[in-house]
């Protein structure tokens, strides 16, 4: 059974910092890309960062130079860097695994979700 478990978030103010961790089960980094995903209430869900099984990384434009996607596969866990830390960022933070060949920034294409952890920029 695949399980994905995200943590890391909280309150911060603007121009802080956290680290948001996924630990995977049921998985390896090999055979799937993992993402970062976002979400306001009522707005939808919008990916932030992925990163694929040959280990490129992608990033959406609005977190780029701020956010960084990393892997640790000994301990099967995927991390998000965020760095300057705006308003705008304030979110419900997802992660996701995809079996797909090529890495993709889109939802749909993503197989297991992990519950989300919210994450708070204040001024």
């Known amino acids: 059974e695949v399980q994905l478990q995200a943590s890391g978030g909280g309150l911060v103010q603007a121009g802080g910092y956290l680290r948001l961790s996924c630990v995977a089960s049921?998985?390896?980094?090999?055979?799937?890309?993992i993402g970062w995903f976002r979400q306001v209430p009522g707005k939808v869900r919008e990916a932030v960062a992925c990163?694929?099984?040959?280990?490129?990384?992608y990033y959406d434009d609005s977190v780029k130079g701020r956010f960084t996607i990393s892997s640790d596969h000994a301990k099967i866990t995927v991390y998000l860097q965020m760095n300057n830390l705006k308003l705008g960022d304030t979110a419900v933070y997802y992660c996701?695994?995809?079996?797909?060949?090529?890495?993709?920034?889109?939802?749909?294409?993503?197989?297991?979700w992990g519950q989300g952890t919210l994450v708070t920029v204040s001024s």
């Open positions: 049921g998985l390896s980094f090999d055979d799937y890309a």
């Open positions: 990163i694929a099984k040959d280990g490129a990384t």
């Open positions: 996701a695994g995809s079996r797909l060949q090529v890495a993709s920034m889109s939802p749909d294409n993503y197989d297991y």
